[in-house]
């Protein structure tokens, strides 16, 4: 079972699909710290078998001729630790077919009753695949609402009741995924971290001499629900929900104000020091770092990061 997923995110038809693939690779650590990759989850059993025509020997020869092409690169650029690091992850994912745990992929095993809970969207069939995978071993996993600019959950127009039908498409399918886990005695060993890029503000895009263009005008006064868009990223403020794993229950930290600007009022959490409170979860040190071609790389900034333990059990 690979120990890295990444459910839901697809690459065809998106706009920003080479910005996508930066953020979905092992980065200094090599590829096979890379997430295996599922792009729909109700095709995620198709990741873990040949290509439709292909029989299993033609695809191993296949397999093989790949692994000497990449020996055998005279490509100047990558390292011996790069090119070991890809015939490393290449083995696994080949290995994984064969496998036992490959049938968690599946979700046509999945018994309808406990299926339908999760029916609301793509991301809910990917929380179903994260609860199968989960109980098959998989220790981090990434389930995307799935970023298409201006679409989904970049929402820029109507913002008002689009929210209400999107916040339907993760609320069941989130609630069904720790009940299933509490019930499996799997809850208190995973760790659910719901959190998103920034949240949104009404107000216009940008400044009002540099308008975004193609994007719904807004005039001075507001009077129809296209004008409210969710448009300005919005950083003053943002919230993370962490169920299972240590957390502890019902418990909130910090407060915003009731009115916009709608600002962190105290008890401010950066991005980095929620690393860090993970990271205590998994036994990991903030200044963590390792030495790849010369250059320090720490699990937080500068290794810096500090944990808020007010959250946790311990």
């Known amino acids: 079972m690979p120990a890295f997923i990444d459910i839901g995110q697809r690459y065809d038809g998106n706009g920003e699909a080479e910005e996508l693939k930066a953020f979905q690779t092992g980065g200094c650590l090599g590829a096979q710290y890379g997430p295996f990759r599922v792009p729909d989850p109700e095709q995620a059993v198709l990741t873990v078998r040949p290509p439709a025509g292909m029989s299993q020997k033609r695809f191993r020869r296949r397999f093989d001729g790949y692994k000497k092409l990449v020996e055998q690169s005279p490509v100047a650029r990558a390292s011996d630790f790069q090119r070991e690091s890809l ?31 999760y029916e609301t969207s793509r991301f809910g069939q990917g929380c179903l695949l994260a609860r199968r995978l989960v109980e098959a071993g998989a220790r981090f996993i990434e389930v995307s609402t799935e970023y298409v600019p201006f679409l989904g959950w970049d929402t820029h127009d109507n913002g008002h009741t689009r929210m209400v039908e999107l916040k339907r498409m993760i609320d069941a399918p989130i609630a069904q995924l720790v009940l299933d886990l509490e019930r499996r ?59 299972g794993g240590g957390a502890k229950r019902g418990f909130l930290f910090g407060k915003t104000a009731d009115e916009r600007p709608c600002t962190s009022l105290t008890r401010k959490v950066t991005v980095t020091d ?15 770092g390792v030495e790849i071609e010369e250059r320090p790389f720490y699990v937080t900034k500068d290794g810096l990061g500090q944990p808020v333990r007010e959250v946790l059990h311990a």
Request: charged share 25%.
């Open 185 to 243: 005695d799997l809850l208190d060993r995973t760790l659910i971290v719901l959190a998103s890029e920034f949240s949104r503000d009404v107000m216009v895009e940008g400044k009002p001499d540099k308008p975004v263009p193609n994007q719904v005008a807004q005039p001075d006064k507001m009077t129809e629900l296209q004008h409210y868009g969710m448009h300005r990223h919005f950083t003053g403020a943002g919230s993370v929900l962490l169920f």
């Open 274 to 288: 929620l690393h860090a409170t993970i990271l205590r979860t998994l036994g990991i040190s903030p200044r963590y």
């Open 87 to 117: 015939l490393q992850s290449l083995e696994s994912a080949h290995r994984l077919m064969n496998a036992p745990a490959a049938k968690a992929f599946d979700l046509s095993l999945e018994p309808e009753k406990s299926r339908k809970p």
